[in-house]
Nanobody
């Protein structure tokens, strides 16, 4: 497993942009697929974006494609999630998660059970 630390959460207005960081403590993220999930109060955790370990292919929840962008900088042991044109329904806790050597197909499925390592989460609140 790898220890992950998220940062970047904030209280923002509708239409704003944010960038989250997910940084690994002590080891490279190179062999890991990294996904971002989010959970709104009273709702189930849902996948937002995933970036593969093989060729940096990226996958997005259909409704979010075009507003969210995932990227990685393995030299910095960090994966980023850029969130643009934020809406109140984007409010929630955002988690990054890592899965070693995950096949790309499963990256696109956003199954929480495929990811063994999780960060503590970072809160985003989007006001109307």
């Amino acid at each position: 497993q790898v220890q992950l630390v998220e940062s970047g959460g904030a209280l923002v207005q509708t239409g704003s942009s944010l960038r989250f960081s997910c940084t690994a403590a002590g080891r490279s993220l190179g062999p890991y697929a990294i996904a971002w999930f989010r959970q709104a109060l009273g709702k189930e955790r849902e996948g937002v974006a995933c970036i593969s370990s093989s060729d940096d292919s990226d996958y997005y929840r259909n409704s979010l494609q075009g507003r969210f962008t995932i990227s990685r900088d393995d030299a910095k042991k960090t994966v980023y999630l850029q969130l643009d044109t934020l809406k109140p329904e984007d409010t929630g806790v955002y988690y990054c998660a890592a899965a070693r050597d995950l096949v790309d197909f499963f990256c696109s499925l956003f199954r929480p059970s495929d990811f063994a390592s999780w960060g503590q989460g970072t809160q985003v609140t989007v006001s109307a």
